[in-house]
């Protein structure tokens, strides 16, 4: 009894340090760009794919599902082919709008394929091994010779080279507490646009931002990123940008007291 409950501690304390968020740490050799490039990689096979499969909104939780069950082997083979003509790119060869389309949509695609290798699970925590919370630090793709992780991509691409709070909108961790799985592939020509409805649809919806009895409650991404997001004086302001109704805006603009943190991990499945 004793071993057990021991090992039931140490297990509750591995839980708590792997979901913390892992730190920014710059991968230079990302950290190149050509901003002459003109060279624009189409993203419509992953445009193809999220209109097929997730074009679903479950009004409960106000989150974007994908009906994984319901992939074709066809479609899946296609999804598979669209991110291996990403890793056969050199992404450091394009401008930075450029880039930062190419790792999000990759992201974004190779999480879902993960799930659809895997499926049916309840949730992407329960992959990468029985010591492992998820799949985030196991090798998934090779390019310009580089084994990366989903990590590498968020915590050693993304996160240091363009700094923008935006990113952790952008970016779906197939969960219900997630930022939404965005409706179509982010393109550079729209960017800013594609960014902007991200982020305005996560903090109006109950996942990011809540009152309850008076308490506010926020999404854990404002816990595990605070550093991304600043202060709590710069985090209320971040979200009174971009929050709506006059009543949520007034409570959050007038409120000085505790923050409680949730997330559902639950798969976002359509069935």
Not at 111 to 135: A, E, H, M, Q, R
Request: net charge negative; glycine share 4%.
């Amino acid at each position: 009894m004793a071993k057990f409950l021991s090992f039931a501690i140490l297990l509750s304390v591995f839980t708590k340090a792997v979901i913390a968020a892992p730190t920014s740490d710059l991968w230079a050799v990302w950290n190149v760009s050509d901003e002459r490039s003109d060279v624009v990689v189409l993203h419509t096979q992953w445009s193809d794919f999220l209109a097929k499969y997730a074009s679903s909104v479950d009004s409960k939780t106000s989150t974007r599902l994908v009906n994984y069950s319901a992939v074709s082997k066809l479609d899946h083979g296609m999804l598979k082919h669209y991110i291996m003509k990403l890793s056969e790119l050199d992404p450091v060869s394009l401008n930075r709008d450029e880039q930062f389309v190419y790792w999000v949509n990759l992201y974004n695609a190779i999480t879902v394929d993960v799930i659809l290798d895997n499926y049916p699970v309840k949730s992407i925590t329960k992959l990468g091994g029985f010591f492992s919370f998820g799949p985030w630090d196991q090798d998934v793709i090779t390019i310009s010779g580089e084994s990366i992780t989903l990590n590498d991509i968020e915590h050693r691409i993304l996160r240091p080279i363009w700094k923008d709070k935006r990113i952790h909108y952008a970016l779906n961790c197939a969960s219900i507490g997630c930022p939404n799985l965005y409706w179509e592939a982010f393109e550079s020509s729209k960017l800013e646009v594609q960014l902007e409805r991200a982020t305005q649809t996560f903090i109006n919806s109950a996942k990011g931002v809540e009152f309850k009895e008076g308490k506010l409650v926020l999404s854990e991404i404002y816990n595990w990123y605070a550093v991304d997001f600043g202060d709590s004086e710069a985090l209320k302001q971040h979200l009174l940008k971009y929050l709506e109704g006059a009543s949520y805006h007034h409570q959050l603009k007038s409120y000085s007291g505790g923050i409680d943190y949730q997330y559902n991990w639950a798969l976002n499945d359509q069935n």
